[in-house]
């Protein structure tokens, strides 16, 4: 019998309570799912994790044998030094379908133009602006091509959009113009006129939009970021949308959350925020993916999406 600690806010438990049971038994494995407070730590296999959790000491759990966290982002547990176990990241079909949604959405908005035809019903024919053009003549482009950023790039693709993607290695994707490194920074930005983050918050990624590369981007460029705040210098982006070097943004994600009333984005006319809302771990199909890594620890096998803690995602 493994001993498998539910480490979420307690509030959660209730949508992962049926599905973890279940997803766990179907591998065959007997387990006992336990709550903080309910096992001596020592005596815990896996911690199902969670950054919103009271778990964030690991020091007491020396059997645990992986921490599995249910979210994708992984930059509050990366760096915390109580943690000696293995670390895998949550890769879930549900957060997935998710974020392609959240983003389809809001390239589909800014290229169709949606808040204008809004802001126009006062009675005007306003056809002087013409028809937006069609998919494949908007270049849309995507920072990080992860599992997330790799399913949107894809998804846009399909429906016609001129996608090119960008990530710290070089890639192969059908129907996506793959750059990466430095030179290939500059030529994505220079071509987009819709920019979506789906980047890691790590050392390397954090103000990669800056004062420099926001005027790389084509005047007028909409910014989608539901990656994390930390990608975006928030000066930076102020003071290129007041000169219309960046036309709107979309922010999901912010340094601080909840986004603080007084900040200037909630009040900005070209900004968008939403409260964090892009996409989560589905309990249904994020205990699948839990089960399947207990199943692998169990029989030894590699977990999947370990982290590389050195490189920070
Ligand atoms: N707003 C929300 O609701 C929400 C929900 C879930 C996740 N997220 C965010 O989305 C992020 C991405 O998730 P994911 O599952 O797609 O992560 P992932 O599979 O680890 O992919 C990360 C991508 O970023 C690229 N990358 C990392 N560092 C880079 C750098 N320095 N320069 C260029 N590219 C870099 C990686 O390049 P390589 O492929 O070359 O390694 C990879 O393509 C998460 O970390 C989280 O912050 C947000």
């Known amino acids: 019998m493994i001993r498998v600690l539910f480490a979420d806010k307690p509030p959660n438990w209730p949508r992962y309570e049926g599905p973890l049971s279940d997803a766990i038994a179907a591998t065959g494995l007997e387990a006992e799912i336990v709550q903080p407070g309910e096992a001596d730590p020592s005596t815990v296999d896996y911690i199902v994790y969670s950054p919103q959790g009271p778990v964030q000491d690991f020091t007491a759990y020396t059997k645990a044998k992986a921490v599995l966290n249910l979210w994708a982002g992984v930059e509050r547990v990366v760096g915390?030094?109580?943690?000696?176990q293995p670390l895998?990241?949550?890769?879930?079909?549900?957060?997935?379908?998710?974020m392609v949604e959240y983003v389809t959405g809001h390239v589909l908005r800014y290229h169709l133009g949606i808040d204008a035809a809004l802001a126009q019903q006062d009675g005007v024919w306003h056809h002087d602006g013409?028809?937006?053009?069609?998919?494949?003549?908007?270049?849309?482009?995507?920072?990080?091509?992860?599992?997330?950023?790799?399913?949107?790039?894809?998804?846009?693709?399909?429906?016609?959009f001129a996608v090119t993607g960008w990530s710290r290695t070089p890639k192969e994707?059908?129907?996506?113009?793959?750059?990466?490194?430095?030179?290939?920074?500059?030529?994505?930005?220079?071509?987009?006129?819709?920019?979506?983050?789906?980047?890691?918050?790590t050392p390397e990624t954090t103000n990669l939009l800056n004062s420099r590369t926001l005027t790389l981007l084509p005047k007028g460029a909409r910014i989608i970021n539901p990656g994390r705040g930390t990608l975006?210098?928030?000066?930076?982006?102020?003071?290129?949308?007041?000169?219309?070097?960046?036309?709107?943004?979309?922010?999901?994600?912010?340094?601080t959350e909840?986004?603080?009333p007084e900040h200037p984005y909630w009040a900005h006319p070209n900004v968008t925020v939403t409260p964090h809302i892009a996409a989560e771990s589905r309990a249904e199909t994020?205990?699948?993916?839990?089960?399947?890594?207990?199943r692998r620890g169990e029989a030894g096998e590699l977990f999947l999406y370990l982290v590389d803690r050195s490189r920070g995602y």
């Not at 990241?89 to 997935?96: A, I, K, N, S, Y």
């Not at 430095?182 to 918050?201: H, Q």
């Not at 994020?286 to 207990?294: C, H, K, L, R, Y």
Request: charged share 20%; glycine share 12%; aromatic share 0%.
């Open 80 to 84: 915390n030094t109580t943690l000696t």
């Open 88 to 98: 895998c990241r949550m890769v879930d079909q549900g957060l997935e379908r998710g």
């Open 130 to 160: 013409g028809v937006p053009p069609l998919a494949r003549n908007r270049s849309v482009v995507m920072l990080g091509l992860g599992a997330l950023g790799k399913a949107c790039a894809e998804a846009l693709a399909g429906l016609g």
């Open 173 to 201: 994707i059908a129907g996506i113009t793959c750059l990466s490194g430095e030179e290939g920074l500059r030529a994505a930005l220079s071509r987009a006129e819709i920019l979506v983050s789906i980047l890691p918050d």
């Open 232 to 255: 975006i210098d928030d000066d930076a982006l102020l003071a290129s949308l007041g000169v219309g070097q960046v036309g709107h943004a979309t922010l999901d994600v912010f340094r």
């Open 258 to 260: 909840p986004l603080p």
């Open 286 to 294: 994020a205990s699948e993916v839990i089960a399947e890594n207990i």
